[in-house]
């Protein structure tokens, strides 16, 4: 397997629209590619679309778009729009594909509406063209350096797309996933189809969710020129809305909310696709009366947090209705406190330390959201009576975002000299471990997540004015070297010898295959690529294994990508 690297080559709104064309999987006589067309004025009415390729494709499958006609020894294939896509805004329009071919994949050229716009190159992935990147202005070319981090983030987006259960839309772009989970939550009542896989298993553990909806909120808010520029807000949007909508489902009523969907042993015992699985999986509720009051309150940031991306964005309507779940998850933590360790007892991520800091969590996001200042207040109350001061940043700590949170809402020295002495043992020289190529090494188990979310919470406080040429260097280090300033790249589909192991069990499967442990033992790479996933990462001596079986290495999951996607956002925005 072969991946391209995006190369920036156009503007939306030049003379010649450019068309492009991805390959980003190649195994000898089967492929998988991504066009991406610019839009440079508004489609009403339907479009078409020709692929002509340099020599014959056969059992082609594409997603948005549907075959009309196949000509020229199966050269030209005629695509068309599928009805609800029919009318295409300004912007870039972007497709996958799997096809057959003899040999190593074609190159591709493409007519859009009639038009030739652009051309493949020849399929070597050496001289492929790819989508254009312009500001919102549709003037100036995003330039990010050494990496394309305009193609990170994109593919970041579509790792949490791959992760997806329940009913997939109509536009899904993830051609092995299928349809799955329908049974989920019908034990209490509930339609909990949806929501995402924690990681490369099938569990859906929502303390670990909830943080990454609420981190990934946070970026999307506080680098919101980024995804705008890059054009991929809206994208963004519906994928946290994906979980969000399935968060608000599992609050079945005010002090009733499902914390996790599964059994981890039964669940860990089965190496197969999702839509396979035949096992029971139950929703496990907490309640007034057996309460867990870090995983409610860590929902209720997540929700609060995404409120103000869908305000922001021009969607007050489901803003207010994700604010009214907010407040009530966190009256519930607030007024029956537990860890929900001791009631989902066989949850992979309890918390460790206190569950403490998700009140002040909440409530700080909840006053950011609400401009309440009876949350505000609670949430200063209780940064002194939890230390919160202390730090810590992970989907078990909140402490060091608390302080970033409460600083810029504030203004408050206290929270800005709490972040800044937290930090200062994370930059180089402060005391804690790094590797010998750079890269800050604080837990074996995903040591790339860690890096990622001290990097996010760095950007962050240099937005705030806080020691910004440092802790804008020091990020930038850390995300480059897990773009391949180590040597290769640790995000699946992306870069120089980027990992093709990852571990993953939907990554794994053939979609028309058997798939069982005996897959999982195998050495070959991955049948599909799980493009976008950061994966656990190296030692403290930068050894890496791309090995499916070493879940500390190689394991994938969503709050890994969370920090990360905020950081390369934040990489965009610096070149605005």
């Not at 537990?338 to 309890?350: C, F, I, N």
């Not at 790094?434 to 979310?453: F, I, Q, V």
């Not at 500390?552 to 990360?564: I, K, L, Q, S």
Request: charged share 20%.
């Amino acid at each position: 397997m072969r991946c391209s690297v995006l190369v920036l080559l156009a503007v939306l709104g030049a003379a010649q629209a450019q068309s492009y064309y991805e390959i980003v999987g190649d195994w000898g006589n089967r492929f998988q590619a991504n066009v991406f067309i610019p839009v440079t004025q508004a489609v009403n009415g339907g479009w078409s679309a020709t692929l002509k390729f340099d020599k014959a494709v056969y059992d082609l499958e594409i997603w948005r778009a549907q075959v009309v006609n196949i000509r020229e020894g199966n050269t030209a294939w005629d695509l068309s729009d599928m009805g609800w896509n029919a009318n295409l805004a300004v912007g870039t329009y972007d497709m996958t594909f799997v096809a057959n071919t003899d040999g190593s994949a074609p190159g591709m050229r493409l007519w859009f509406n009639g038009q030739e716009v652009g051309t493949g190159g020849t399929g070597t992935g050496t001289t492929t063209t790819q989508r254009p990147v312009t500001n919102p202005g549709g003037v100036n070319p995003i330039s990010t350096g050494a990496y394309n981090y305009v193609e990170v983030l994109h593919k970041s987006i579509l790792f949490y797309e791959a992760q997806r259960a329940g009913h997939l839309p109509g536009d899904n772009r993830i051609w092995w996933r299928r349809d799955c989970c329908y049974g989920d939550g019908s034990d209490v009542e509930l339609d909990l189809s949806g929501g995402w896989f924690d990681a490369g298993d099938h569990l859906k553990l929502h303390f670990p969710l909830s943080f990454t909806i609420t981190v990934l909120s946070w970026g999307m808010s506080e680098f919101k020129r980024a995804y705008d520029a890059a054009l991929e807000m809206e994208r963004a949007m519906d994928s946290i809305k994906w979980v969000t909508d399935y968060l608000m489902a599992c609050h079945k009523s005010k002090f009733e909310f499902v914390a996790q969907v599964g059994d981890t042993g039964a669940d860990h015992a089965f190496w197969g696709k999702p839509q396979d699985m035949t096992m029971h999986r139950p929703a496990k509720m907490v309640t007034s009366n057996r309460p867990g009051h870090d995983v409610v309150g860590e929902t209720a940031a997540a929700l609060a947090a995404a409120s103000i991306v869908f305000r922001e964005n021009g969607n007050s309507g489901y803003a207010d209705q994700l604010l009214g779940h907010a407040r009530d998850l966190f009256e519930f933590a607030d007024t029956y406190r537990g860890g929900y360790a001791s009631v989902v007892t066989d949850t992979p991520y309890p918390s460790f330390g206190s569950p403490d800091d998700e009140l002040v969590w909440a409530a700080a996001w909840l006053h950011r959201a609400t401009g309440d200042a009876s949350y505000l207040s609670k949430a200063e109350q209780y940064y002194d009576q939890f230390g919160i001061g202390n730090g810590g940043f992970s989907w078990d700590e909140k402490q060091s975002g608390i302080m970033l949170v409460l600083y810029k809402d504030t203004n408050k020295d206290k929270y800005k000299n709490d972040i800044i002495n937290y930090l200062s043992r994370k930059m180089p020289g402060g005391g804690d471990t790094y590797t010998p190529k750079g890269m800050l090494w604080l837990n074996e188990w995903g040591s790339c997540r860690h890096s990622a979310n001290h990097a996010f919470l760095a950007l962050v406080a240099a937005e705030l004015g806080i020691n910004a040429n440092q802790y804008r260097s020091f990020a930038q280090q850390q995300i480059n070297y897990m773009l391949g300033d180590s040597g290769r790249s640790l995000v699946v589909g992306f870069g120089n010898n980027p990992p093709v192991r990852p571990h993953h069990r939907a990554a794994t499967c053939p979609v028309d295959g058997h798939c069982d442990w005996n897959t999982y033992n195998s050495w070959d790479a991955n049948a599909n690529v799980l493009e976008g996933a950061l994966v656990g990462g190296p030692d403290q001596y930068d050894n890496y294994s791309d090995d499916r079986s070493n879940f500390h290495t190689n394991e994938v999951a969503v709050d890994y990508n969370a920090g990360f996607q905020g950081c390369v956002a934040a990489l965009i925005q610096m070149a605005l």
